[in-house]
């Protein structure tokens, strides 16, 4: 299996690294449209069940109620919110995302159902910001002190 999912790593970068353009990728109902080098198509083939464990929870949410709002911190490319909306349809989300990497594919991956979205262009931290350093790849980001 290790030998596997490394060979899958190599031909994914390989792949990735050539590519000039964003990736498409359907998630949910949707698709999205993902940086350059995003790992998520990746995540999914090494991990079948990566961010699908909710999906079942929100479907069974959505018939119980009218209506509720997800909020999505740490949004990235919005792909959390994109399939928990397919999952709800009765529900919306605010989707927060603070790195100008991701941000932009946030905001074209939910255009399409922006009545259902609101965007917050923010990091959320609970330490001042001027000492914390901001690290990314071309997947996530995050904070350290």
């Known amino acids: ?11 994914f970068r390989f792949k990735t690294l050539t590519s000039r353009h964003d990736t498409k990728f359907v998630i949910g109902k949707f698709e999205a449209r993902l940086p350059r080098g995003h ?3 990746l995540l999914g083939k090494l991990y079948p069940q990566y961010d699908l464990y909710f999906v ?3 479907r069974e949410l959505n018939n119980l109620f009218t209506n509720g709002t997800v909020i999505d911190i740490g949004a990235n490319i919005g792909d ?12 919306r989300s605010i989707a927060v995302e603070g790195a100008e990497q ?5 905001e ?6 922006r009545e259902r979205v609101q965007i917050v262009k923010k990091f959320l931290y609970s330490s001042r910001i001027e ?8 997947t996530t980001g ?3 002190e």
């Not at 959390?80 to 529900?91: C, N, Q």
């Not at 000492?131 to 071309?138: R, V």
């Open 108 to 113: 074209l991956n939910t255009e399409i159902i």
């Open 102 to 106: 991701f941000f932009n594919n946030l």
């Open 56 to 58: 079942q929870f929100f």
């Open 39 to 41: 790992r998520l198509p």
């Open 80 to 91: 959390t919110t994109l399939e928990v909306l397919s999952a709800a349809p009765k529900f």
């Open 131 to 138: 000492e914390l350093e901001y690290n990314s790849d071309l």
């Open 1 to 11: 299996m290790l030998l596997e999912q490394f060979l899958v790593e190599i031909l």
């Open 142 to 144: 995050g904070f350290k």
